[in-house]
């Protein structure tokens, strides 16, 4: 083969490799968005981005259009909620590489995070008024009303940080300020304290969790800021600010959300006093009454553990997770999902999945067990997110999840509260709509389960506190 017909053959090829990609690229922008409600001109669907307890109108959405995921816009931005386990799993696991990425949401850029002060800090929180536990928050609070699109323009124009803060609109720069604040506090504060006291034990929220999930030979109860500060003097150097960071960010992303589930326990405990029993009756025979649950006895409590799956399936802490972005074009199912869009995996409306988890307003531990009475391989928590985008502290959040749990239903009776006349106060069960779900104030009663169980809390806060 001659040079010009050499030539001509590699020019040939390297025309048909850009054609061929020109055409795929133009094939993807020609297919259709996931399907969604009508969108306006320029606005899209900036109307029809719901504000309160957007989890159930995106589930909703997906029964209406017949499909597992579903697409709107605002202003330019696409935005697609993932509704299915088996959407969920293609999209954020098989193709993680793709939609991982983190949206670019100015106002959440503003604050900082905080996980669970004692570890953390090692600082006991007060049982009313504490002061730290009041600047966390205030800085989640001020992210949860951040989050969701469409909740500030300025997530959809960037542009419009730069308005002055006097101008009409311009509220939500008085609300970063505000956020900025917030966060600086909740990074500061409580690792100034830390800084102070690094020779201080490791002191738990509660005594009784402490004994279960935290006595064990060998590990070192100071607190992990103290850790980091002491392995930084070693190699001779101390970046403050890093460790204060990661400390916040933990505290942030796991106080919330294991308070929100903990609460939702404690709920279902009080509505359903035949799975508490249940519960209870297995812990006295595995346990023993005369002993606190410990993390090796986790194993032979089956009905636990299931009770421990439904508190995470019934009621998520996390209804929309949080969200992803596409770092690339891709297609599902034969839908475009362009690069940049803002995706969500609506864990709500996978957990009233009917064909997976049959009547799913009902709180349920038996839906975790096979027809043989084995617990059945469902031990995905979807609360703790997908893909490369995971929650890292799952294995502490699941520890401090089950832990309480277990130590309170060895110890204490929930039940509903009693009016002045005897009889039962009704609780409706009703949930907040911020981006992690909390139960509204209900009335409930928690008393010891008898003089043994009352003598084994007061003797495990006395032995945490010497």
């Known amino acids: 083969m001659n040079y010009s017909s050499l030539a001509l053959l590699t020019s040939t090829v390297v025309l048909l490799k850009l054609f061929q990609k020109y055409f795929n690229s133009w094939h993807r922008r020609h297919l259709p968005f996931p399907p969604g409600p009508p969108s306006y001109p320029f606005i899209g669907n900036f109307r029809d981005l719901p504000t309160k307890l957007p989890w159930l109108t995106y589930a909703k959405w997906g029964m209406q259009y017949g499909s597992d995921v579903v697409h709107a816009s605002a202003l330019g931005q696409h935005i697609v909620v993932v509704n299915s386990i088996k959407a969920v799993v293609e999209l954020f696991e098989k193709r993680s590489h793709i939609h991982s990425d983190r949206p670019v949401i100015t106002m959440i850029e503003l604050l900082a995070a905080a996980v669970i002060m004692a570890t953390l800090y090692g600082y006991e929180v007060r049982p009313s008024n504490d002061h730290f536990v009041a600047l966390s928050e205030n800085a989640v609070n001020k992210f949860s009303e951040s989050v969701f699109p469409g909740a500030a323009a300025v997530n959809t124009f960037p542009i419009l940080r730069y308005l002055p803060s006097w101008m009409p609109g311009a509220g939500f720069q008085r609300f970063a300020a505000e956020s900025r604040q917030s966060a600086k506090e909740m990074r500061e504060v409580p690792f100034d304290f830390a800084k102070r006291n690094m020779v201080a034990s490791n002191v738990l929220i509660t005594p009784v969790f402490v004994h279960c999930c935290f006595q064990h030979d060998g590990v070192d109860s100071k607190s992990i800021v103290a850790r980091l500060l002491e392995a930084n003097q070693a190699r001779g150097r101390v970046d403050e600010i890093a460790i204060q960071e990661v400390a916040a960010v933990a505290y942030a992303a796991g106080s919330d959300t294991t308070v929100s589930a903990l609460a939702s326990f404690f709920l279902a405990m009080a509505l359903h006093p035949d799975v508490q029993k249940k519960a209870q009756t297995e812990i006295d025979t595995v346990v023993g009454i005369h002993q606190l649950p410990e993390f090796k006895d986790r194993p032979s409590l089956p009905y636990v553990e299931a009770l421990y799956r439904e508190v995470m399936r019934w009621k998520p802490v996390l209804p929309l997770g949080l969200a992803h972005a596409s770092s690339a074009d891709d297609i599902y199912n034969g839908y475009f999902i362009p690069k940049g869009t803002t995706v969500f995996g609506n864990i709500w409306a996978m957990t009233r999945d009917e064909s997976i988890y049959p009547d799913p307003e009902r709180f349920n531990p038996d839906?975790?067990?096979?027809?043989?009475?084995?617990?059945?391989?469902?031990?995905?928590?979807?609360a703790f997110g997908f893909?490369?985008?995971?929650?890292?502290?799952?294995?502490?959040?699941?520890?401090?999840?089950?832990?309480?749990?277990?130590s309170v239903l060895s110890t204490f009776n929930i039940a509903k509260a009693k009016d002045a006349t005897g009889e039962d106060i009704d609780i409706d069960p009703k949930y907040s709509d911020a981006i992690v779900s909390h139960p509204l104030p209900f009335p409930c009663s928690i008393i010891p389960r008898s003089e043994t169980a009352k003598s084994l809390v007061q003797a495990t806060t006395m032995e945490t506190h010497d």
């Not at 839906?367 to 979807?382: E, S």
């Not at 893909?387 to 277990?406: E, K, L, P, Q, Y």
């Open 367 to 382: 839906r975790f067990f096979t027809a043989d009475r084995k617990l059945n391989d469902d031990d995905t928590i979807l």
């Open 387 to 406: 893909g490369r985008r995971i929650c890292v502290g799952r294995h502490t959040a699941d520890a401090s999840v089950w832990g309480t749990i277990v």
